[in-house]
């Protein structure tokens, strides 16, 4: 088998939004008066990046490590799901070179709390933060994301042979 040193994962997640719920995106808290159907907290930028980094390194998904049927996962900070596939990451002997997330949502605009996702996104991932590219996108008022139904996020990354 060939050990290639640079290696591409992608991710994909959707969460429900609904009145009265906290909307968490990169471990940040969203102002708005909609907020995620979840499990856990139903950071939809966080669940796409565990599952581009578990990905890349062909280890499964974060619903075979983190079930949701699982009693330990309810309400889970989903920075902490994060820190556990880094652990995952590491074991199996990569480390995140770059990561790239495109946040598609109607509303609210998160421009202005992009650089603190960025911030705690680039501590939890131990990389600089010109290495953390987030990205928001509203979907032209089509489909569920511009219902305002639910946020989708998508992340691409590359890791690197430790
Ligand atoms: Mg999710």
Redesign the pocket.
Same mark, same amino acid.
């Given at each position: 088998m060939i050990q290639h040193m640079i290696r591409i994962g992608n991710g994909y997640?959707v !969460?429900r939004l609904a009145p009265e719920l906290p909307l968490y995106l990169g471990g940040v808290k969203i102002p708005h008066t909609k907020g995620a159907v #979840?499990h856990?907290d139903?950071d #939809?930028l966080i !669940?796409a990046l565990c599952d581009a980094l578990l990905g890349a390194a062909a280890l499964g998904d974060?619903g075979l490590h983190f079930p949701d049927s699982d009693p330990a996962y309810k309400g889970i900070d989903s920075k902490i799901l994060l820190t556990k596939t880094m652990a995952l990451l590491e074991t199996a002997g990569y480390r995140p070179v770059n990561i790239d997330a495109v946040v598609a949502l109607q509303a609210p605009k998160i421009a202005p709390n992009i650089p603190q996702m960025r911030s705690v996104l680039s501590q939890l991932l131990r990389l600089p933060q010109d290495a953390v590219s987030i990205k928001a996108t509203t979907t032209e008022s089509l489909g569920f994301v511009g219902r305002e139904e639910g946020v989708a996020v998508y992340v691409v990354c590359l890791i690197a042979k430790q």
């Amino acid at each position: 088998m060939i050990q290639h040193m640079i290696r591409i994962g992608n991710g994909y997640d959707v !969460h429900r939004l609904a009145p009265e719920l906290p909307l968490y995106l990169g471990g940040v808290k969203i102002p708005h008066t909609k907020g995620a159907v #979840a499990h856990s907290d139903g950071d #939809a930028l966080i !669940h796409a990046l565990c599952d581009a980094l578990l990905g890349a390194a062909a280890l499964g998904d974060i619903g075979l490590h983190f079930p949701d049927s699982d009693p330990a996962y309810k309400g889970i900070d989903s920075k902490i799901l994060l820190t556990k596939t880094m652990a995952l990451l590491e074991t199996a002997g990569y480390r995140p070179v770059n990561i790239d997330a495109v946040v598609a949502l109607q509303a609210p605009k998160i421009a202005p709390n992009i650089p603190q996702m960025r911030s705690v996104l680039s501590q939890l991932l131990r990389l600089p933060q010109d290495a953390v590219s987030i990205k928001a996108t509203t979907t032209e008022s089509l489909g569920f994301v511009g219902r305002e139904e639910g946020v989708a996020v998508y992340v691409v990354c590359l890791i690197a042979k430790q």
